[in-house]
């Protein structure tokens, strides 16, 4: 098991570009989440979807970002344009129906300037 | 609404030594789930126990048990003969659930442990 795998590791764009970010959730998961780690705000939850469906994107900071989810092997995190403050790792998580075994990907470490 | 409270910015522990982290929680649901997570300086989410809000026994995984005390809404770590590579950041995260059963995981906002030589 490969583990929910996070593409790209890090990511260098200016201020105003479009940034996506890529998961693969683990085969059998289908629970999928999108969370933002700051040293300001900790980590908050930003959108999950269950069976490729999005439950709750209250947690999407504004319109500037967007969430898909495809098919249950892939789910992108959209950010256009992008800002200075959405610097930040974004994790992708999955889970088999929202209960024990949240696993976390390693990370996309964001930086805008 | 669902709140994580971990009231121990940072912690130190003297090598082999056990350590408690606090975490308290508030819900108004009757079922939930409580995990803890290890994050070291690496940065990847390291799940390390869970506890449903149904089980009458405290997990225990290998050193780690966490101390659930339901009335008092209190889901404590205790790592047990600490070593140095257990300094990290460790957050603590709550699953909501009842009949909502949306499954999402929501965290606090974490205690740096620092294990001394």
């Known amino acids: 098991d490969a583990g929910v795998i996070q593409s790209p590791r890090h990511e260098v764009t200016e201020m105003g570009q479009e940034v996506t970010l890529r998961c693969k959730p683990i085969?059998?998961?289908?629970?999928l989440f999108w969370y933002r780690q700051t040293m300001m705000r900790g980590l908050e939850l930003l959108i999950y979807f269950n069976n490729n469906v999005p439950i709750d994107d209250s947690g999407m900071p504004e319109d500037r970002f967007s969430a898909k989810m495809p098919n249950a092997s892939f789910s992108t995190l959209k950010i256009q344009p992008s800002e200075p403050r959405d610097s930040a790792v974004y994790f992708c998580?999955?889970?088999?129906?929202?209960?024990?075994?949240?696993?976390f990907g390693s990370g996309t470490r964001l930086t805008v300037v | 609404a669902q709140k994580i409270t971990q009231t121990q910015p940072g912690m130190f522990v003297q090598e082999k030594e056990a350590v408690t982290l606090d975490c308290t929680y508030d819900t108004s649901d009757q079922s939930y789930g409580l995990f803890w997570y290890k994050q070291p300086s690496s940065g990847e989410m390291i799940f390390l126990i869970y506890?449903?809000?149904?089980?009458?026994q405290n997990a225990t995984e290998g050193r780690y048990s966490l101390n659930f005390q339901k009335a008092r809404k209190s889901a404590n770590l205790v790592i047990s003969a600490s070593q140095l590579g257990d300094s990290a950041m460790y957050f603590c995260?709550?699953?909501?659930?009842?009949?909502?059963?949306?499954?999402?995981?929501?965290f606090g906002q974490g205690t740096t442990l620092q294990v001394k030589p």
């Open positions: 998580a999955s889970s088999f129906d929202g209960y024990n075994g949240y696993t």
């Open positions: 995260a709550m699953r909501e659930g009842g009949s909502s059963n949306t499954g999402k995981l929501i």
């Open positions: 506890q449903g809000s149904y089980d009458e």
């Open positions: 085969s059998g998961h289908n629970s």
